[in-house]
């Protein structure tokens, strides 16, 4: 390994080299050269494209570090601030420029001389972003934008007192995984009290993104939210039909599958009714311990499973590492979750999570670096669309990492035996995700097409939603006061409204690559690097289609992938 990955960053063609955002001063006169610059031929034109998508890199990927720094520490108040200004008042002044640049180049007579196949998906993003544009709405934005941090701050506060330690969330979680039923139980509680200790103010704080969100829609003449986000989503190749059809395939095809993996639950852990903490058990034999002691070894084992997959794939988790692209361990004053976060000048990407030393962190782990392969492959495109993939392409890269390593994480359990149940684990979160999926997606459709709902309303709405698609077999006799407040640690939901169902369907294609992958290996590995490559230069069932697999939410589709998943874990249960 070691000459794999280019360490180059891209050289900068526009702006100079040394040029440093800073005030919107130093800022200005290159949106203001870009307007006011003269286009009189094709070439021409092409060249203002590529000036104005260098600019968009260098504008967005030092955003981007600015998010890194904040979210890696909450209490950091100079990182805080540089964010709180590029959101306040970068943003704000760059947005009017880029409307009016998005209607210089789709009035440029020139326009349709460009080459269609590679500036098809770059066009129509430019016209959508046309038709959803309005003045009154910029600062509706960035308001939003501040408002939904205060999610991210509140549970990065969030702390567990346990046998006189305090916990992050995430750390508490992991008790849970190996704790006898009655301590389960009592950090479970613990967990959820801790989070209804700021419901109001999260409930509060909903209460005003669902009204700015609101009123954005209606500025741009939507009747709702929902509908103004799914064209601000660039959802061209499938509508909000096919999110109902989802859900009621997940409802119709795995619920089953998970109430025979319950039932197997309870019969292994020798009770007659099962309660939520209960459901963080192995099916059957134990838990796999822990996977690695530091986020050094989380770190060389994972490029070590990657590296069978793809040289190439453990390349660039190296290269992050030795670039300081990694911050995985979890702490107070930590934001809570994980993402990758590509940065399109550097082209080695930044892993966030919030490693505990469990099996979750491991799937964790190859799931962003799924993220972060693909960041990779589509770094040198110079179009800014092709780069900022949609999330059904996105999260194809990243759920089927998980998948296609797994037989390799003998590298974390050396031991047959924990490897076997680190894989009824794996396999059966697969099938887990997806009805928590359709569940907040759902909730989200009721949210913004009813945005005059009461808190009661919402409450009664959310058991309703849940109870329907969480039917697995689980009590929750006298704990419905933990349900109402499961939704609140959805960061989704306050942060990145609709961006969920994403998962569910990238899901469903992860499990297809898989399945190729089980019959043809090296195809398999290949067709899914192919289709990454691709980047957004094609539409989302294309780019699925290269991957050798379809885009299909149909009750036959996912009771077909469903079964196959069953199947694979009867073979390691029995």
């Given at each position: 390994?070691?000459?794999?990955?280019?360490?180059?960053?891209?050289?900068?063609?526009?702006?100079?080299?040394?040029?440093?955002?800073?005030?919107?001063?130093?800022?200005?006169?290159?949106?203001?050269?870009?307007?006011?610059?003269?286009?009189?031929?094709?070439?021409?034109?092409?060249?203002?494209?590529?000036?104005?998508?260098?600019?968009?890199?260098?504008?967005?990927?030092?955003?981007?570090?600015?998010?890194?720094?904040?979210?890696?520490?909450?209490?950091?108040?100079?990182?805080?601030?540089?964010?709180?200004?590029?959101?306040?008042?970068?943003?704000?002044?760059?947005?009017?420029?880029?409307?009016?640049?998005?209607?210089?180049?789709?009035?440029?007579?020139?326009?349709?001389?460009?080459?269609?196949?590679?500036?098809?998906?770059?066009?129509?993003?430019?016209?959508?972003?046309?038709?959803?544009?309005?003045?009154?709405?910029?600062?509706?934005?960035?308001?939003?934008?501040?408002?939904?941090?205060?999610?991210?701050?509140?549970?990065?506060?969030?702390?567990?007192?346990?046998?006189?330690?305090?916990?992050?969330?995430?750390?508490?979680?992991?008790?849970?995984?190996?704790?006898?039923?009655?301590?389960?139980?009592?950090?479970?509680?613990?967990?959820?009290?801790?989070?209804?200790?700021?419901?109001?103010?999260?409930?509060?704080?909903?209460?005003?993104?669902?009204?700015?969100?609101?009123?954005?829609?209606?500025?741009?003449?939507?009747?709702?939210?929902?509908?103004?986000?799914?064209?601000?989503?660039?959802?061209?190749?499938?509508?909000?039909?096919?999110?109902?059809?989802?859900?009621?395939?997940?409802?119709?095809?795995?619920?089953?599958?998970?109430?025979?993996?319950?039932?197997?639950?309870?019969?292994?852990?020798?009770?007659?009714?099962?309660?939520?903490?209960?459901?963080?058990?192995?099916?059957?034999?134990?838990?796999?311990?822990?996977?690695?002691?530091?986020?050094?070894?989380?770190?060389?084992?994972?490029?070590?499973?990657?590296?069978?997959?793809?040289?190439?794939?453990?390349?660039?988790?190296?290269?992050?590492?030795?670039?300081?692209?990694?911050?995985?361990?979890?702490?107070?004053?930590?934001?809570?979750?994980?993402?990758?976060?590509?940065?399109?000048?550097?082209?080695?990407?930044?892993?966030?999570?919030?490693?505990?030393?469990?099996?979750?962190?491991?799937?964790?782990?190859?799931?962003?670096?799924?993220?972060?392969?693909?960041?990779?492959?589509?770094?040198?495109?110079?179009?800014?669309?092709?780069?900022?993939?949609?999330?059904?392409?996105?999260?194809?890269?990243?759920?089927?990492?998980?998948?296609?390593?797994?037989?390799?994480?003998?590298?974390?359990?050396?031991?047959?035996?924990?490897?076997?149940?680190?894989?009824?684990?794996?396999?059966?979160?697969?099938?887990?995700?997806?009805?928590w999926v359709a569940t907040i997606d759902k909730f989200q459709h009721w949210l913004y097409t009813h945005p005059e709902h009461s808190a009661q309303d919402r409450i009664q709405q959310w058991r309703s939603i849940f109870y329907e698609l969480n039917n697995e077999?689980?009590?929750?006799?006298?704990?419905?006061?933990?349900?109402?407040?499961?939704?609140?640690?959805?960061?989704?939901?306050?942060?990145?409204?609709?961006?969920?169902?994403?998962?569910?369907?990238?899901?469903?294609?992860?499990?297809?690559?898989?399945?190729?992958?089980?019959?043809?290996?090296?195809?398999?590995?290949?067709?899914?690097?192919?289709?990454?490559?691709?980047?957004?230069?094609?539409?989302?069932?294309?780019?699925?289609?290269?991957?050798?697999?379809?885009?299909?939410?149909?009750?036959?589709?996912?009771?077909?992938?469903?079964?196959?998943?069953?199947?694979?874990?009867?073979?390691?249960?029995?």
């Open positions: 390994m070691g000459t794999l990955v280019k360490l180059v960053e891209k050289e900068r063609v526009y702006l100079p080299q040394t040029f440093k955002i800073s005030v919107w001063s130093k800022l200005k006169p290159y949106y203001h050269e870009l307007v006011k610059r003269p286009i009189e031929n094709t070439a021409a034109l092409e060249k203002w494209i590529a000036d104005w998508c260098e600019l968009n890199d260098v504008v967005g990927e030092e955003f981007r570090w600015r998010y890194i720094r904040f979210t890696c520490d909450n209490e950091d108040e100079k990182a805080m601030e540089s964010y709180n200004y590029a959101v306040q008042e970068l943003s704000p002044r760059i947005s009017p420029y880029t409307d009016q640049l998005n209607r210089k180049l789709n009035d440029s007579p020139f326009k349709e001389e460009l080459d269609t196949q590679t500036y098809f998906i770059f066009l129509r993003s430019i016209k959508n972003d046309i038709d959803l544009y309005q003045e009154e709405n910029v600062s509706i934005v960035s308001d939003i934008k501040m408002r939904s941090k205060n999610h991210g701050r509140l549970f990065s506060k969030m702390i567990i007192k346990h046998e006189g330690q305090e916990l992050t969330i995430q750390q508490a979680r992991k008790i849970l995984e190996d704790a006898d039923r009655p301590t389960r139980e009592m950090i479970y509680s613990k967990i959820n009290a801790r989070v209804r200790e700021d419901r109001d103010e999260l409930d509060s704080t909903f209460d005003d993104l669902l009204q700015l969100r609101h009123q954005l829609a209606l500025n741009a003449g939507f009747e709702n939210y929902r509908d103004y986000k799914f064209q601000a989503l660039h959802r061209f190749d499938y509508k909000v039909e096919d999110c109902f059809d989802f859900h009621q395939s997940i409802a119709e095809t795995i619920l089953p599958i998970l109430k025979e993996l319950n039932l197997l639950r309870k019969k292994s852990i020798g009770v007659d009714t099962l309660r939520p903490w209960d459901t963080v058990t192995a099916l059957t034999g134990n838990r796999p311990k822990e996977a690695f002691q530091s986020v050094d070894e989380l770190i060389k084992k994972s490029v070590q499973s990657l590296h069978h997959i793809n040289p190439l794939f453990g390349e660039v988790l190296n290269i992050m590492n030795q670039r300081g692209h990694l911050d995985l361990a979890s702490r107070p004053g930590k934001r809570p979750g994980g993402y990758n976060m590509p940065l399109p000048v550097s082209g080695i990407p930044f892993i966030f999570m919030n490693a505990a030393n469990s099996i979750k962190d491991v799937r964790t782990m190859m799931h962003e670096t799924g993220h972060a392969v693909h960041s990779y492959l589509i770094r040198e495109y110079e179009l800014n669309t092709s780069k900022n993939l949609p999330s059904e392409i996105a999260e194809l890269a990243a759920m089927t990492m998980e998948l296609l390593t797994m037989d390799y994480w003998d590298t974390f359990y050396s031991n047959e035996e924990e490897l076997r149940q680190a894989k009824i684990w794996q396999l059966e979160k697969v099938l887990v995700t997806l009805p077999g689980v009590d929750w006799t006298g704990l419905e006061h933990h349900i109402d407040c499961m939704w609140h640690r959805q960061l989704h939901i306050f942060e990145v409204p609709f961006y969920y169902i994403e998962y569910g369907m990238a899901q469903l294609g992860a499990i297809a690559i898989w399945r190729n992958f089980r019959q043809n290996p090296q195809k398999a590995i290949t067709d899914y690097t192919n289709a990454l490559k691709l980047g957004y230069t094609r539409s989302i069932p294309e780019v699925y289609e290269m991957a050798g697999i379809e885009f299909n939410f149909s009750k036959a589709y996912v009771k077909e992938l469903g079964d196959f998943v069953k199947k694979e874990l009867e073979r390691l249960l029995f």
